[in-house]
């Protein structure tokens, strides 16, 4: 679900979702232009970026005969598009697995507060939530240790891996007390700190990636490692 122009670059995105045998839909009724992120790379190799982004989601897709909806990042957290997004999601039926990633950009998202309060209602009907050391820094820089705890009183199960190595998982008894939410899994995972981690579009494997260059599969079910992948390129 996605939004591009009958532009020149949304022709160029049309062309490369069809060859690679993607189904999508379009979620406006506009024709407004193609989002676009120009990058500038300065003499030290560092980049700067111009975003143009528009984000409507005035027309949503049909969800009926999917078992698993993910959302995240920009889609699920920039307005307008957002708040269409998450009216979408407190619709879905509860035998809808939904998995939710905030994945926060600060640059490209509303103020902390809106984006806070954003979050909060995904994570109020995400049945998994995956969350970094960095999405709890910028969205509790109060408390960013205290982060998976105060989503757990909104109503989710919580997927976090971090500096630690570990991967953990939290399970949602209480609201009143997020405190007493049992740790299910706490699980070494890598030599190195995790820094990324998502799931498969099906929602039945998750897939961590460390420092120590390695990549592994886990099932979703019980967080049993299936399969890993060594000295990946940097």
């Given at each position: 679900?996605?939004?591009?122009a009958?532009?020149?670059?949304?022709?160029?995105?049309?062309?490369?979702?069809?060859?690679?045998?993607?189904?999508?839909?379009?979620?406006?009724?506009s024709?407004?232009?193609?989002?676009?992120?120009?990058?500038?790379?300065?003499?030290?190799?560092?980049?700067?970026?111009?975003?143009?982004?528009?984000?409507?989601?005035?027309?949503?897709?049909?969800?009926?005969?999917?078992?698993?909806?993910?959302?995240?990042?920009?889609?699920?957290?920039?307005?307008?598009?957002?708040?269409?997004v998450?009216?979408?999601?407190?619709?879905?039926?509860?035998?809808?697995?939904?998995?939710?990633?905030?994945?926060?950009?600060?640059a490209?998202?509303?103020?902390?507060?809106?984006?806070?309060?954003?979050?909060?209602?995904?994570?109020?009907?995400?049945?998994?939530?995956?969350?970094?050391?960095?999405?709890?820094?910028?969205?509790?820089?109060?408390?960013?240790?205290?982060?998976?705890?105060?989503?757990?009183?909104?109503?989710?199960?919580?997927?976090?891996?971090?500096?630690?190595?570990?991967?953990?998982?939290?399970?949602?008894?209480?609201?009143?007390?997020?405190?007493?939410?049992?740790?299910?899994?706490?699980?070494?995972?890598?030599?190195?700190?995790i820094?990324?981690?998502?799931?498969?579009?099906?929602?039945?494997?998750?897939?961590?990636?460390?420092?120590?260059?390695?990549?592994?599969?886990?099932?979703?079910?019980?967080?049993?490692?299936?399969?890993?992948?060594?000295?990946?390129p940097?």
């Amino acid at each position: 679900a996605t939004e591009f122009a009958d532009d020149a670059y949304g022709r160029l995105i049309d062309d490369h979702l069809r060859n690679a045998e993607v189904a999508w839909v379009h979620t406006t009724s506009s024709n407004e232009p193609t989002s676009t992120a120009r990058a500038r790379i300065g003499r030290d190799g560092s980049a700067t970026y111009d975003f143009d982004l528009r984000w409507v989601f005035d027309a949503p897709p049909r969800t009926d005969g999917f078992s698993v909806v993910h959302v995240g990042s920009v889609g699920a957290l920039r307005p307008p598009g957002a708040l269409g997004v998450i009216d979408l999601v407190e619709s879905l039926p509860r035998d809808v697995l939904v998995t939710f990633d905030p994945n926060i950009r600060p640059a490209l998202l509303p103020p902390r507060e809106q984006t806070r309060e954003l979050v909060e209602r995904f994570t109020a009907r995400a049945n998994l939530v995956k969350l970094s050391d960095e999405d709890a820094d910028w969205l509790y820089p109060e408390d960013p240790s205290g982060a998976p705890a105060r989503l757990l009183a909104h109503g989710a199960s919580i997927v976090a891996g971090g500096a630690d190595s570990n991967i953990r998982v939290w399970r949602f008894v209480s609201r009143e007390k997020p405190e007493i939410n049992p740790m299910v899994v706490a699980r070494f995972a890598h030599e190195g700190a995790i820094v990324r981690m998502g799931f498969s579009p099906d929602g039945s494997t998750l897939v961590s990636l460390a420092e120590d260059r390695t990549i592994k599969a886990w099932r979703a079910d019980d967080y049993t490692e299936v399969q890993a992948w060594g000295d990946q390129p940097d």
